[in-house]
């Protein structure tokens, strides 16, 4: 029976015993396809092979039914064309290449779009297909991390937890910016447990480098792990006390370089020669950095969005679901992440507790000291999950389902780590007991999971219970079980546990996504399905046809938590067409208590008006709008992103969005508007409704007085199941 030994996780990874030093310096002409192929020599045979062959498998499981999703979010799909189109629109991170406006996120994670979309052309791919290679990644940087202290077979059953996990599965196939943050987060993990290792200080640079980028991809959320990794590092780093405070400081000032270098330059930019900065009230990126996308997702205080917040943590009710400690695991969250939430939980515990007192308690084995690689990686994981989980429960602003995909790596690494150190200590009660409490909660709740969507594999919820007790059982007795029965009941284990989150998975990969809010899995049922692109409002790639899959987005059990800074949509039930009525008596996309919805231009716009989703353009509206558009800086201005982007999508050409995202931006104003027309700039004006007025912006602000202005001044003009204003002939 092996024990967990010292040299097994604490020794440095790079050192090598002197006989594989000697095997490896004795080959000098081993050639580069050999050393990739065969891994380093202290390593089992399988184990590259291995990895190689789940990053094969990965990259094959998220590229299927790739363009099933078309442009998924439209509104980064638009900015990402533009980039593509314009340099100037691809450093600012603009909706458009005549660059009116940016999309409400610092550009970072538009940028490997627009450049895949330069090279591959506009497809689903180009823009998708980024997205995929950063899930990838960040697998094989997860895998590398717990490899190092641990184990070929740590690092095998992290990255499969990590693929396997539905919100995963989702995310690194759509195009919001949350795959890009995820992967530079797990990469600072990474390179804070590097640099623990020998105290180096070019590894917690690296790290610092890495936030800042984090911060170009999704702005105040990429600090969120910053105080635990500062005070891990602070107290275990294995160099003086002094020196470590030092390489802090050096590591905080290349975070603010690779991060602060765009905001000083965008801050610093004429505002007249510049796109407008989106979602901000005052053209300004650091009112958007610490209002909208910062502390306003906290206290719910959002200037600029429709709906505002929910109100104060600590259970209360609001308009983005509950908040509280019971969040992640709640209706709406849990078929997202949860699954091996407590299973990590329970593993981060036996984890720390193991690696802190193996000393006291293990025969034979000296007390480990303050720098102990493993414990270090335990609480590196460990406290990036509990901070990041802790956030999301509390904060009563914006908040979506798949933001979770933050987590995942986290959850991944603990139980790639806690698994195999507890295996490896099966001989004692103790271990044998904690990997047994492991499989009984990850199974019982599973089974409470898959109650949520009884009509999807019924048989699955009984089986996963049965099969998770008897692995249970068996764990339980490993160490009096021969290696047969003990692997075989560690095999019954994985497969319960792992069985609810792949049979999700499977519906994910199986189905397309489209709109600003999405889920993973099977839907719950009730109400919801605002975000998703169902029915004929969904963009398609030019010469697709009709979408493959069910196109989801809708919340999971209840209304969706809220659109990308729009208000939840009340009274629609699931499965009705985005053009038809509720069965409330409510359009779709109606605004809570006016009994009216807002419809997107194209004969179809996405609930409440585009917020949601982008509007379909047909045949007809794309010829009117091609006419002469090179004669035109904007050869349409719609209200809202997501309604201007549908249309740039489907022509090629600069559609202004008036208010930015949620219609609620004060740009243009109507002044400047009035000015681009006399001007000759922008052809078309898209309606918003019937009505008039509001579109997303609501009844008043800047999107209302531009639409009312407009009707009554200009020609309306029909094209399809469209409605146009012709800005070139006045009434």
């Not at 919100?167 to 890009?180: E, G, Y």
């Not at 515990?349 to 007390?367: C, E």
């Not at 004006?685 to 009312?708: A, D, H, L, P, Y």
Request: charged share 10%.
């Amino acid at each position: 029976m092996t024990t967990l030994r010292p040299d097994h996780l604490t020794s440095p990874p790079d050192a090598l015993p002197p006989a594989a030093a000697t095997v490896n310096h004795g080959r000098p002409g081993r050639s580069l396809p050999h050393r990739v192929w065969r891994g380093r020599p202290e390593d089992p045979g399988w184990a590259r092979p291995a990895f190689l062959g789940m990053l094969l498998v990965i990259t094959v499981a998220y590229l299927w039914n790739l363009s099933a999703s078309g442009y998924a979010n439209s509104f980064y799909s638009a900015a990402a064309q533009a980039g593509s189109q314009s340099w100037k629109a691809f450093f600012f991170g603009s909706l458009d290449s005549a660059n009116a406006i940016t999309v409400d996120k610092p550009p970072a994670t538009l940028w490997p779009m627009a450049v895949s979309v330069r090279v591959l052309g506009l497809s689903s791919w180009a823009i998708l297909l980024p997205q995929v290679l950063m899930g990838v990644a960040t697998a094989g940087v997860l895998y590398a991390s717990v490899r190092r202290r641990f184990s070929a077979a740590a690092g095998l059953i992290t990255m499969a937890v990590f693929a396997l996990t539905p919100v995963a599965a989702l995310m690194f196939r759509f195009n919001n910016p949350d795959a890009l943050l995820a992967l530079l987060m797990t990469v600072t993990v990474y390179c804070v447990l590097r640099a623990m290792e020998h105290g180096r200080t070019k590894w917690l640079v690296w790290a610092g480098v890495a936030v800042g980028l984090a911060f170009l991809s999704k702005t105040l959320q990429a600090f969120l792990i910053l105080p635990p990794l500062a005070v891990l590092y602070a107290v275990f780093a294995p160099v003086s006390v002094r020196k470590r405070f030092g390489q802090l400081g050096l590591s905080a000032l290349a975070m603010a370089v690779a991060g602060g270098w765009w905001v000083a330059i965008v801050e610093l930019w004429p505002a007249s020669s510049r796109p407008y900065i989106g979602g901000s009230q005052n053209n300004s990126f650091l009112e958007l950095t610490f209002g909208y996308n910062g502390l306003g997702r906290i206290n719910g205080e959002e200037t600029g969005s429709v709906g505002g917040g929910g109100g104060p943590g600590g259970g209360s009710g609001g308009q983005w679901g509950e908040t509280g400690i019971g969040r992640m695991f709640n209706s709406e969250i849990g078929s997202q992440i949860s699954w091996l939430l407590p299973a990590a939980l329970i593993l981060l515990v036996a984890g720390v507790w193991l690696t802190w007192r193996a000393g006291g308690h293990l025969p034979g084995i000296k007390r480990w000291g303050r720098t102990d690689a493993a414990r270090a990686a335990f609480l590196a994981w460990g406290s990036s999950l509990l901070m990041t989980a802790g956030v999301f429960s509390f904060m009563a602003g914006i908040f979506h389902q798949y933001y979770t995909v933050a987590l995942v790596p986290y959850i991944a690494a603990l139980i790639g780590m806690g698994v195999t150190v507890l295996w490896e200590e099966r001989s004692r009660w103790w271990a044998g007991a904690a990997l047994a409490l492991t499989v009984v909660a990850t199974a019982l709740w599973s089974y409470v999971l898959l109650g949520r969507t009884p009509d999807y594999l019924p048989w699955l919820r009984q089986a996963v219970l049965v099969a998770g007790l008897v692995g249970a059982a068996g764990l339980l007795l490993a160490a009096r079980l021969g290696r047969q029965l003990a692997l075989a009941a560690v095999g019954l284990g994985f497969a319960a546990s792992l069985a609810g989150p792949v049979a999700y998975t499977l519906n994910t990969l199986n189905t397309g996504h489209q709109g600003s809010i999405v889920t993973a899995g099977p839907s719950a049922g009730g109400m919801g399905g605002f975000g998703g692109g169902g029915g004929r409002g969904g963009m398609q790639p030019p010469g697709r046809g009709k979408q493959q899959g069910n196109q989801q987005g809708g919340g999971m059990g209840r209304p969706p938590t809220g659109g990308q800074g729009g208000q939840p949509p009340t009274g629609s039930q699931q499965g009705q067409g985005r053009t038809g009525t509720s069965q409330q008596g409510q359009q779709p996309g109606a605004m809570p208590g006016t009994g009216e919805g807002f419809r997107g231009g194209g004969g179809g716009g996405g609930g409440m008006g585009g917020l949601l989703n982008g509007a379909s353009v047909d045949t007809a509206a794309k010829k009117l709008l091609a006419r002469n558009a090179d004669d035109y800086t904007w050869s349409a201005a719609a209200i809202g992103s997501q309604n201007a982007a549908s249309y740039q999508l489907a022509t090629g050409d600069p559609v202004m969005a008036i208010g930015g995202f949620n219609g609620s931006d004060p740009s243009p104003t109507l002044s400047q508007f009035k000015k681009y027309v006399e001007d000759g700039r922008i052809h078309y004006f898209i309606s918003s409704g019937e009505g008039g007025g509001g579109g997303m912006g609501g009844n008043s602000g800047t999107s209302s007085k531009i639409s009312t202005w407009v009707e009554a001044n200009f020609k309306k003009v029909t094209a399809g199941s469209a409605t146009f204003y012709d800005l070139t002939q006045p009434t």
